[in-house]
C-alpha cells in the first residue's frame, strides 16, 4: 500500500529524523511505500544570507548551511534526510491536492508530539495532524505512537471539540505514552493503544550498519542536553568526577555544528563510556547500544515520555527527576533482562502496526 507519513517537521533534530527513518525503514519491510510530507521546511537563499548577517553583526554561530534541495536545516542531516528517506518535494502547508497527489492507500500520522498543542503553532498544524484538511479521505487513517506530549490535557475547548471529532474517524490509533491512552478516552472518545517509538522498532543491527567504522570505546561520558542549566552542568561534572570520565556536552537545534551528522550522532552514543541526556531519543539510543545511562526529567518538554518508556523496560532507576539530589547506586544495567522486555514490546507495536494496516 501507499502510506503518506504526516510528523513534526524534521529540521535539525536526530531523534526527530531518526523516528520518521525507522517507521519508513519498517513499513517498507512490510512491502509499504511509504512517503513523509517534508513540510514546514522551505528555507530559500534569502533567509540563509538574512541569518548569516545577523549571526555576523551579533557575533553569534550560524549553523544552518547554505540551503539545498530547498529544505532548511544542515547539509549532513539534509543528505542523510535525501539518501535515506522517501520524502516530498519541500510544502509549507499540508493541503488535500498535495495529499492527493500521493494516491495513498493510507494516511499515518506519527511519530513524535505530532499531538501536542505547544509543537503545532500555529493551530493549523494541529488540525493538519488530525487530517481536518481531507476530512472525507477515503483511505485509512492510522495514528503510530502519537504523543500529546505530556500527561496533562492542554487542548482549549475548542481544539478538543475539533480534533475530538477527527480522531473518531481514524481507524487505529496508537499512542507513545502510557497516560496517552487515558486522554485518547477521556477527551476524544476514542480506544487507543499504548507502544513503542518507532526507533526502538529497529534492532542495533540496524543502526549500526549506516554506520561507516567500527566501535571505537572511549572514556567519555556523553551529555547529550536540549535544556541546559547550571544544576545539570553541575550535576554532569560531579558525575564525570566520579567516575573518572571526560566529559563532552552536545547540544542540539541550534547548538549543532557544521560537522554533525546522523551517523556521527550514533556513533558517539555508541562509543560512549556513558551517556546523560534529558533528550528521549538520546535515552531510547542509549538503551540501544547498551551504554550506562541517565535520563534527566525533561519537565519543560514532557516527563511522561521518559517514565513510560523506562517503565516499559524496569529501568526507571536511570530516571533522575532532580539533578541537586539524585545518586546512582548502579552503574551496571542487566541488558539482557532489557532486551528482554524490549523483544515483547517490540512484537506487540509491531502487531499493532500490522493488524492496523490489513
Not at 524534521?10 to 519508513?24: M, P, S, V, W
Not at 512517503?35 to 553569534?60: E, N
Not at 511522561?304 to 536511570?318: A, N, T
Request: charged letters at 25%.
Amino acid at each position: 500500500m501507499k502510506i503518506a507519513i504526516l510528523t513534526q517537521p524534521l529540521r535539525t533534530n536526530f531523534g526527530g529524523i531518526l523516528q520518521d527513518y525507522a517507521l519508513q525503514m519498517v513499513l517498507k519491510r512490510m512491502g509499504h511505500e511509504p512517503i513523509t510530507v517534508d513540510y514546514d521546511c522551505v528555507y530559500p537563499w534569502w533567509r540563509w544570507m538574512l541569518g548569516r548577517f545577523k549571526s555576523l553583526v551579533m557575533r553569534t554561530s550560524h549553523h544552518i548551511q547554505y540551503p539545498h534541495y530547498g529544505r532548511s536545516g544542515q547539509e549532513n542531516l539534509n543528505r542523510f534526510i535525501h539518501e535515506k528517506m522517501t520524502i516530498t518535494k519541500p510544502v509549507v502547508t499540508i493541503t488535500k491536492e498535495l495529499l492527493e497527489s500521493l494516491h495513498p492507500d493510507v494516511i499515518l500520522v506519527g511519530s513524535d508530539q505530532v499531538w501536542s498543542p505547544w509543537c503545532n503553532v500555529p493551530i493549523k498544524y494541529l488540525g493538519n495532524m488530525f487530517l481536518d484538511f481531507w476530512s472525507d479521505f477515503p483511505g485509512k487513517r492510522v495514528a503510530y505512537a502519537a504523543s500529546f506530549g505530556g500527561s496533562e490535557w492542554i487542548y482549549t475547548p475548542e481544539q478538543e471539540r475539533l480534533c475530538g471529532a477527527l480522531a473518531k474517524k481514524f481507524d487505529a490509533i496508537s499512542v507513545r505514552e502510557a497516560s496517552g491512552v487515558q486522554l485518547c478516552k477521556e477527551h476524544f472518545g476514542v480506544e487507543a493503544t499504548h507502544v513503542l517509538d518507532p526507533t526502538l522498532l529497529l534492532t542495533v543491527k540496524d543502526y549500526e550498519s549506516l554506520l561507516s567504522r567500527q566501535q571505537n570505546a572511549t572514556n567519555t561520558l556523553l551529555a547529550y542536553v536540549l535544556d541546559t542549566s547550571l544544576e545539570k552542568v553541575t550535576f554532569l561534572e560531579r558525575m564525570a568526577k566520579k567516575y573518572n570520565l571526560e566529559l563532552k556536552i552536545k547540544g542540539a537545534n541550534d547548538d549543532i555544528s557544521w560537522d554533525d551528522s546522523i551517523e556521527g550522532w550514533l556513533s558517539e552514543i555508541r562509543d560512549a563510556a556513558m551517556v546523560i541526556t534529558d533528550s528521549f531519543h538520546g535515552s531510547v539510543f542509549s538503551i540501544l547500544f547498551h551504554r550506562p545511562f541517565l535520563s534527566i526529567v525533561n519537565k519543560r518538554r514532557g516527563a511522561e515520555r521518559f517514565i513510560s518508556l523506562l517503565s516499559k523496560l524496569e529501568l526507571g532507576d536511570r530516571l533522575v527527576d532532580d539533578v541537586t539530589t539524585y545518586e546512582l547506586t548502579n552503574f551496571i544495567i542487566d541488558w539482557n533482562e532489557v532486551d528482554i522486555c524490549l523483544v515483547r514490546e517490540r512484537e506487540m507495536s509491531m502487531e499493532f502496526l500490522k493488524d492496523a494496516l490489513m
